[in-house]
């Protein structure tokens, strides 16, 4: 897959060591910088990451986040940290394995190794001063992860990180970051113009003699590898695609939120939703716009929709606990038709859960969290580029069909940077200016179109409305309304206003053959790995497709007749379900996918389901083994497939 | 808007010129109990209403859930009959989009001070410029009668039937103690006078209002305020020329005390009295950071921020 030839001194310290070294070629690499809480190690990967970006490299990075704030030093549950993907096509997804990490203490690449993190063939720079630590403890323990690293066919390559910073600075934890993106910089040939560009953007905040004191280390990092590495890798660019621009989901949703004419955000603070209003608070004001940090989560939605009753659509993010907080008053906003978006960023449940960690596991409570029945509409953002557009769809949706947008995004898409297609602003993304004209004579406040259940929205301030909207069951005009067929007619109403918008979206494509033996059908962040898994399988010459859906409720249409065309259909999805042939599990009590559950009540297909609750995004190469073993019983089983 | 008949004739009818009359505020006919305090409530708000020339298309009333919450129905103004305890979020949200409306909040003790009571907290603080009515009549009426916050200790309700165990809240002493709190008052709607001049007062203070309403319940909770209506002398009236005035009830009120509204120690004290009720304005404080305006950001039109994303999508750039 990859080559290697020797290398020509390139850039800086190219000529530096002079030594004959390896240069090799790659279509991807994955790169890790791990570290104890607090070193630095999330500013090194972002740096990277970023210059990589820019150097025009397809680019996924993800965060490596310890629960605790401050967990004790040299733990392995105390990993913190920075992973990216670096190809020379667009990367969609975080990848499988890394194969290359910068590790400031042994106990954090032990941490990794376990997690099943690293490449068996993996390049492991670990800083050495451990080895010969006073501390007899310290180094026991090195000895003994050296041994357990061992195991593996792992590169390991001592690097004196410390020493080397005390040559230049007093504390080297405060500096130790930007030696070891110096020696990613050297390994990867990156334009050491652009990391300087690059940190002094990072510490814009910060004193300029910061700034020289971080340039310095990079240097000596740099230096200190073109000396001492045998090797380096080439990642090529990708090929240009147009103006990009790069940033995470959460910053996405936020931007995506301003460009949609929406003017206030109302939320509580909840990882990992809450760096949307970080974001947000940041700049939303020159917008326009407000961030109101409410008092609970249940406020929070509250003020959004005291706010979109009044004017302008408003909106609330939050992650699955607050979503549940907030279910009473998404029913009011259902019953009063009122437009609002609400942004779950999901992350594990239930409960507290795994408050840093991704899951797909908010589906159902999304969609049948609210009490009666509270028709509503709920769109997943694939990638991070959707996060942005998904803001505005939400909003005009919402505002069009008077109705509640739940957004799900999760983690993985929070925290993942790439760089996507420059979005090009448009004035008709936004809302328009508010309309204070009267009412025109005899409209009333929920003046339904019969067929399709819509009905104009009136605003305070409109001379002639004058209505009282109210939880309570009403009819037309906003009249409390016991009488019988009044709720069996707005339930209606409220409802149909879901197939009408159905009626508008297009069937999902299919990615692949439109015809095989397997469709996997995902939704949300975990596009990008099964379409890479899709296309390793085919590669090998499986059959299967994937389509990935937006829309889950309503449903994208034709679901059914694309379902047909495959003998088995599975959705591949980041919930909890029971694995068949587990103790007591049975075909009729197992619990499935929350996808799958869906589309098995809307289509009757037998559609099954491969999940998996790991705490982290699924790596492609787990999908292709699913894809396997699932052909593998297709072809194997007399009573393989489900379309029989 | 409607023409008031004996009114201008249409043609000639400009809306700088209409005089709203209370008629003009009339919703739909009210459903409460016969005897139940909130029809005074009613009368006191449409009466303040034509006072102040409230246009109807730019009023809001928003209520919780209970027998109060079901005002807004009766009111011919925009309305907003929420869910239980979230009058406050959902007026918060109002005001922060739209300082041209003037919002109304109409809450009952349920409402305010037991499943509410967090959001009643920070509204206080919050100071946004609302008139927040509590109508308290010590009992959950619309469910039938289970003891509320307000309860007197030892009144027996279908949920405590041996008697309330706990010694009532005093929601006077809570609202006092809110850091930013910027108006507080009590009044009973079985002295009308008082609650229209209260209600009034309120109105034109600049900041939350928050006024507590000693209300009847002749159905569940009779009892709960009889001394007081029975004999003026268990009223302390509070009187100052930055409070409530009512010349009117002099006679009947005899036991007056001169509370000047600046002073919020004082304030707290006869706030903690149980000695006699006090009706008057307890605190008032006209200086208070106003949260509305506090956030107020300058508008942008849709083309100004069409150009601002694209500056800020440069900061993305690669």
């Known amino acids: 897959m990859h080559t290697e030839t020797e290398a020509r001194p390139t850039g800086e310290a190219g000529a530096a060591g002079a030594a004959r070294r390896k240069l090799l070629s790659v279509a991807e690499h994955t790169i890790e910088i791990v570290s104890d809480a607090g070193e630095g190690a999330q500013k090194c990967g972002q740096i990277f990451g970023a210059v990589s970006a820019k150097m025009g490299n397809g680019v996924w990075t993800v965060e490596i986040i310890p629960a605790e704030i401050q967990p004790p030093p040299r733990v392995p549950d105390g990993a913190s940290g920075y992973r990216i993907r670096i190809g020379s096509q667009p990367v969609t997804n975080w990848g499988d394995a890394t194969t290359l990490a910068v590790a400031f203490n042994e106990q954090v690449l032990l941490a990794r190794h376990r997690l099943d993190a690293l490449a068996p063939d993996a390049v492991l720079l670990v800083e050495d001063k451990w080895a010969t630590d006073e501390d007899p403890d310290i180094r026991a323990a090195w000895e003994s992860a050296m041994a357990e690293l061992s195991g593996r066919e792992y590169r390991i390559v001592p690097v004196p990180m410390e020493q080397q910073c005390l040559t230049l600075v007093d504390n080297p934890r405060k500096g130790k970051n930007m030696f070891a993106l110096g020696m990613l910089a050297y390994i990867y040939d990156r334009d050491m113009d652009r990391v300087r560009e690059q940190i002094a953007y990072a510490f814009r905040k910060k004193s300029e003699e910061i700034y020289r004191s971080n340039v310095a280390l990079l240097e000596l990092g740099y230096a200190w590898a073109g000396e001492h590495l045998d090797f380096r890798i080439e990642v090529a660019p990708a090929p240009s695609s147009g103006a990009l621009v790069v940033m995470n989901g959460n910053e996405a949703l936020g931007l995506g939120a301003i460009a949609s004419g929406m003017e206030l955000c109302a939320m509580y603070p909840i990882t990992p939703a809450t760096s949307v209003s970080h974001y947000l608070s940041e700049v939303f004001e020159r917008f326009g716009g407000i961030v109101h940090q409410a008092e609970d989560e249940i406020a929070a939605v509250g003020v959004a929709i005291g706010a979109s009753y009044a004017g302008k659509v408003a909106f609330t993010i939050t992650s699955g606990p607050g979503l549940a907080l907030k279910t009473e008053f998404l029913g009011l906003a259902v019953m009063t038709e009122m437009p609002l978006v609400v942004v779950n960023v999901q992350r594990g449940g239930p409960s507290t859960g795994l408050p840093t960690k991704v899951e797909q596991s908010d589906l159902l409570a999304a969609l049948f969290g609210q009490t009666g029945d509270a028709p509503h509409v709920i769109i997943a953002p694939a990638t991070i580029e959707e996060c942005f557009h998904v803001m505005v769809t939400a909003r005009r949706i919402a505002e069009a069909f008077r109705a509640v947008v739940i957004v799900l995004s999760d983690a993985n898409l929070a925290t993942g940077v790439t760089p996507f297609a420059r979005p090009k602003p448009d004035v008709r993304w936004q809302a328009e200016p508010l309309d204070l004209s009267p009412v025109p004579d005899g409209q009333k406040a929920y003046q339904w179109d019969p067929r399709t259940g819509l009905s104009p929205r009136v605003i305070p301030g409109r001379p002639g409305g004058m209505y009282t909207v109210t939880g309570l069951s009403h009819d037309e005009g906003s009249k409390v309304a016991y009488s019988s067929g009044v709720h069996q007619h707005s339930s209606a109403m409220r409802s149909r206003k879901l197939a009408v918008l159905q009626s508008l979206l297009s069937p999902p494509p299919v990615y692949g053959e439109s015809k095989g033996d397997l469709l996997i059908v995902g939704w949300g962040s975990t596009k990008g790995a099964i379409e890479e898994a899709v296309d390793r399988a085919r590669a090998d010459g499986l059959q299967v497709s994937s389509t990935h859906l937006r829309f889950l409720s309503p449903l994208e249409p034709g679901l059914k007749k694309i379902f047909k065309r495959f003998r088995k259909v599975m959705t591949v999805e980041i919930n909890y379900s029971d694995e068949p042939g587990e103790p007591f599990i049975t075909d009729e009590n197992r619990r499935r996918g929350q996808l799958s559950l869906l589309l098995r009540s809307s289509t009757l297909v037998d559609v099954d389901c491969w999940t998996r609750v790991p705490g982290e995004p699924l790596r492609p190469g787990s999908i292709v083994e699913a894809i396997r073993s699932q052909l593998h019983y297709l072809h194997h089983s007399p009573r393989g497939g489900n379309q029989s | ?318």
């Open chain 2, 1 to 318: 808007m409607t023409l008031h008949s004996g009114h201008l004739p249409v043609l000639e009818l400009n809306a700088e010129d209409y005089e709203y009359e209370m008629s003009d505020y009339e919703g739909a006919r009210a459903r409460w109990c016969p005897g139940c305090g909130d029809h005074s409530i009613l009368t006191a708000v449409q009466r303040l209403l034509a006072a102040e020339q409230l246009a109807p298309e730019n009023t809001v009333f928003v209520s919780g859930i209970g027998c109060s919450s079901r005002l807004p129905h009766y009111l011919k103004t925009y309305g907003f009959h929420g869910i239980h305890g979230r009058a406050l979020p959902i007026a918060t949200g109002i005001r922060l989009h739209r300082p041209d409306l003037t919002v109304f909040v109409v809450m009952g003790d349920g409402d305010c001070t037991s499943i509410g009571a967090g959001h009643w907290v920070h509204a206080m603080r919050y100071n946004l410029d609302l008139v927040v009515m509590l109508l308290d009549n010590g009992i959950y009426g619309l469910t039938k009668q289970q003891t509320s916050p307000t309860t007197p200790q030892g009144f027996r309700s279908n949920t405590q039937p041996r008697g309330s165990w706990l010694p009532p809240l005093n929601p006077l002493q809570i609202a006092l103690g809110v850091t930013n709190a910027s108006f507080v008052a009590q009044t009973a709607e079985w002295v009308p006078a008082h609650l229209y001049a209260t209600l009034r007062a309120a109105r034109q203070h600049r900041g939350l209002s928050f006024v507590r309403i000693l209300q009847r319940c002749p159905i569940y909770s009779s009892a709960v305020y009889l001394e007081a209506v029975q004999h003026p002398a268990n009223i302390r009236m509070l009187v100052h020329d930055d409070g409530v005035v009512v010349h009117e009830l002099d006679k009947i009120y005899t036991n007056q005390v001169a509370h000047d509204p600046h002073d919020l120690d004082a304030a707290r004290r006869i706030a903690g009295a149980t000695d006699r009720v006090n009706l008057g304005v307890l605190f008032r404080d006209g200086s208070k950071p106003r949260y509305e305006e506090t956030r107020r950001v300058p508008p942008r039109t849709q083309a100004e921020r069409v150009a601002l994303i694209d500056a800020e999508l440069d900061r993305y750039a690669i």
